[in-house]
């Protein structure tokens, strides 16, 4: 399931974006909040005790420096991992610098999969709305459809691909604790960015707080 669930993620996100229009639809921007909320509390609750478990006295620089990462990939990605897009939709050119961002993204919120079923269906919820905006702006793009189909599964490919090679490869294994560290960063950035720009005006409505609370409340008792 590890590598099947984010596949069928992507697949989903595609999905939704042939119904539906993620930049208006109120019934998607709640699917994004309760995406933050959800993987905002399994890091929360799972993966940070987890790394500070392990007793690294300098484990929280590697979360600070996880967090400097993610800033620098969305600045490459428009900032497409926390509901937002601004490329040009009327262009042909394949979006090389958004691909390599996302993968780098997604290949590395993989790593931590192996240990946290919580942790699995955080990043597959996170990556249903991703998935449904990426898919939104390159199908209403005049990129080639086989190009789009490309796109659609090397991304699709990479946090399955980040799972199987900390499972898989034992010297890059020896850093998981210290890669984990660097996702928790990446995760804080993502999920709290998306809590507090999905709604107009920064303003808090009732769906969305009543999306935040469920999420959060599932994530404590599943």
Do not use: W
């Not at 984010?6 to 699917?31: D, E, N, Q, R, W």
């Not at 209403?140 to 789009?148: N, T």
């Amino acid at each position: 399931m590890i590598y099947i669930l984010p596949l069928l993620s992507v697949l989903l996100g595609y999905l939704v974006a042939l119904f539906i229009k993620p930049s208006t639809s109120i019934a998607f921007k709640l699917l994004l909040s309760f995406s933050g909320a959800y993987l905002l509390s399994v890091t929360v609750f799972n993966l940070l005790p987890e790394v500070y478990q392990s007793g690294v006295s300098n484990i929280g620089v590697f979360i600070m420096f996880g967090l400097l990462v993610q800033i620098l990939l969305e600045f490459l990605s428009k900032g497409v991992e926390h509901g937002h897009f601004h490329f040009d939709a009327n262009t042909s050119k394949f979006p090389l610098i958004l691909l390599i961002s996302l993968c780098i993204h997604s290949f590395l919120e993989g790593f931590p999969l192996n240990n946290s079923d919580h942790l699995l269906h955080g990043v597959v919820i996170h990556k249903i709305p991703v998935a449904a905006i990426l898919s939104a702006f390159l199908l209403h793009s005049r990129i080639s459809k086989l190009k789009v189909f490309l796109f659609l599964i090397i991304f699709a490919l990479m946090t399955p691909l980040g799972s199987y090679i900390q499972s898989h490869f034992e010297p890059l294994a020896r850093y998981s604790l210290y890669i984990n560290a660097m996702v928790i960063g990446i995760f804080l950035h993502v999920s709290t960015t998306i809590l507090f720009e999905s709604s107009k005006n920064h303003k808090f409505n009732a769906s969305k707080l009543g999306a935040i609370v469920l999420a959060i409340l599932l994530a404590y008792f599943l």
